[in-house]
């Protein structure tokens, strides 16, 4: 039974800094590629960030690049997302997803993930 379970979430000021983990259960965790997806109140699920199986490739959308930092660490099952300079449209609930990939590349299209977490809440205010 695969289990994914996040956690880091809460309330910060804009400016601020959080950082998220997820820790996997039941998986192969160094053969997947792992991806954070973030949804605001009423809006669609988005993919933000994802690395690869090693965590030499990594993608960010523009939207947090250069503020955010995905990192994993295989030896404890874990997928990192450090988040710096917080702003109120970074608020919503952050899911982590994990997907078996043959290489060590990455996605942030919702459709390729297997595993999924309930998600841990980010709240920024202003």
């Known amino acids: 039974q695969v289990q994914v379970v996040e956690s880091g979430g809460g309330l910060v000021q804009a400016g601020g800094s959080l950082r998220l983990s997820c820790i996997t259960y039941g998986l192969t965790f160094d053969e997947n590629s792992l991806a954070w997806f973030r949804q605001a109140p009423g809006q669609e699920r988005e993919g933000i960030s994802c690395?690869?199986?090693?965590?030499?490739?990594?993608y960010y959308v523009d939207s947090v690049k250069g503020r955010f930092t995905i990192s994993r660490d295989n030896a404890k099952n874990t997928l990192y997302l450090e988040m710096n300079t917080l702003k109120p449209e970074d608020t919503g609930k952050y899911y982590c997803?994990?997907?078996?990939?043959?290489?060590?590349?990455?996605?942030?299209?919702?459709?390729?993930?297997?595993?999924w977490g309930q998600g841990t809440q980010v709240t920024v205010s202003s």
């Open positions: 690395i690869g199986r090693s965590g030499v490739n990594t």
């Open positions: 997803a994990a997907t078996w990939n043959r290489y060590d590349h990455c996605s942030i299209s919702s459709v390729v993930y297997d595993h």
